[in-house]
């Protein structure tokens, strides 16, 4: 794993002003959040900082205004949110560098915290512009990130700040990496992979990348079925990319080539409808799919048969369903799997890191997700870490 500095590295900071980034993009409705994970994920640095006798600055993103100022994506909707989350007033400051921010942190005192408006109204963030955030980096002593979920931008506040201030990671990048890395960076082995979904397409170089670092891997969702026909499996009206039966055959040689094995379930659930609990759902073996069926999810032979793989494991990395979890009961086999790799996490047996929308999802619904060794609310900077790509906001804590 790359070095990088954390908090741990800073000396005196009583007085110093830090810019921290932070992600306070979360769901709003009715002029409140829905969903304050994020802001809980960046407490303990915050206030870490104010203990410290820093002047905090918090620079944050809400919402896409690419380069133009929308009073509806200032970041003054979500202070009441963060205050509540941290138990602190903050001020809020309407710019994010100039005489109005120097002004505002005279005003501030020691251990204080300031939240700048929507970085991303400014064209210079997404453009990663050197002289946006040079003018950032001015108003700063040194900085500090902590939004992994936005480290794959090479944004001026995720990446250009680095540039001109000590920087360092916070508590929850710091945490993020940590376990990354003790999932594929450097993890103990046998390794297992689950990757679900829907689609193959959306996570080719996730596969590309997992068969020559994993010796197990699990796909699930309507990705299986796409491997199933490429193994001549006829899949009926099941999701399936027909058109990528080459590429499935390339991963799955390409597995062999590297002692990976990949898993594909051999009994399943189907349906002639997609629905909640429909009459004609049944369990079959694979080759016993009718035309007019459809793959909704693993069967209990093939997850009972996974989870003896995952207890043969030391690491296991998470991102996707195995089945419709949405839609009942085709969420079974993806809270029974989860299920098990959280009781041999628990048992201290398995490292587990998930990550990824639609997994943290289906293991809060499976009443697993604090029992992970990590989960990662991280959706595109997690995906492309599991592709194996560099993150530009974590390659510049790490010069």
């Known amino acids: ?52 006798g820093a002047k905090v600055l918090l620079l944050a993103h809400y919402g896409r205004p690419k380069g133009q100022r929308y009073s509806t994506m200032s970041t003054s909707f979500v202070q009441g949110d963060v205050e509540k989350v941290l138990g602190k007033e903050i001020m809020f400051i309407p710019e994010v560098m100039g005489p109005v921010v120097e002004q505002s942190i005279g005003i501030l005192s020691d251990g204080d ?24 980096a001015t108003l700063g002593d040194f900085y500090v990130n902590d939004a992994f979920s936005a480290a794959h931008r090479a944004h001026a506040t995720t990446e250009g700040l680095a540039h001109h201030l000590p920087a360092y990671a916070g508590r929850a990048m710091e945490a993020e990496l940590k376990a990354l890395d003790a999932a594929l960076g450097s993890p103990e082995q046998p390794v297992a992979a689950v990757v679900g979904g829907a689609k193959v397409s959306t996570k080719l170089d996730v596969l590309e990348n997992l068969v020559g670092r994993v010796q197990h891997l699990i796909i699930g969702g309507g990705m299986a079925n796409t491997f199933l026909a490429a193994r001549g499996v006829d899949v009926g009206k099941s999701l399936c990319e027909h058109d990528l039966t080459d590429t499935a055959n390339r991963i799955m040689d390409r597995a062999d080539h590297a002692g990976c094995t990949v898993h594909l379930p051999y009994d399943v659930v189907v349906a002639k409808e997609f629905a909640a609990n429909p009459p004609s759902m049944r369990i079959c073996n694979v080759h016993e799919v009718a035309s007019d069926e459809m793959i909704l999810d693993v069967g209990p032979q093939a997850v009972e048969a996974l989870g003896d793989v995952l207890k043969t494991c030391r690491t296991l990395v998470w991102n996707g369903p195995l089945g419709a979890f949405e839609t009942e009961p085709f969420d079974t086999a993806t809270v029974a799997l989860a299920k098990t790799a959280a009781a041999l996490t628990q048992d201290g047996s398995l490292t587990s890191v998930a990550g990824g929308g639609d997994t943290v999802a289906a293991l809060a619904h499976a009443g697993v997700k604090d029992d992970f060794t990590f989960v990662s609310t991280a959706g595109g900077a997690f995906l492309e870490w599991m592709e194996g790509k560099q993150l530009p906001g974590v390659a510049a804590l790490s010069r």
């Open 1 to 52: 794993m790359a070095k990088f500095k954390t908090l741990d590295d800073l000396g005196d900071i009583t007085g110093k002003v830090a810019l921290v980034r932070v992600d306070l993009n979360l769901p709003m409705k009715d002029g409140s959040a829905t969903d304050v994970t994020r802001v809980e994920a960046v407490k303990p640095t915050i206030l870490e900082l104010c203990e410290r």
């Open 113 to 136: 915290i300031g939240l700048l408006d929507n970085v991303r109204f400014w064209p210079g963030e997404e453009a990663n512009d050197p002289d946006f955030a040079k003018g950032i």
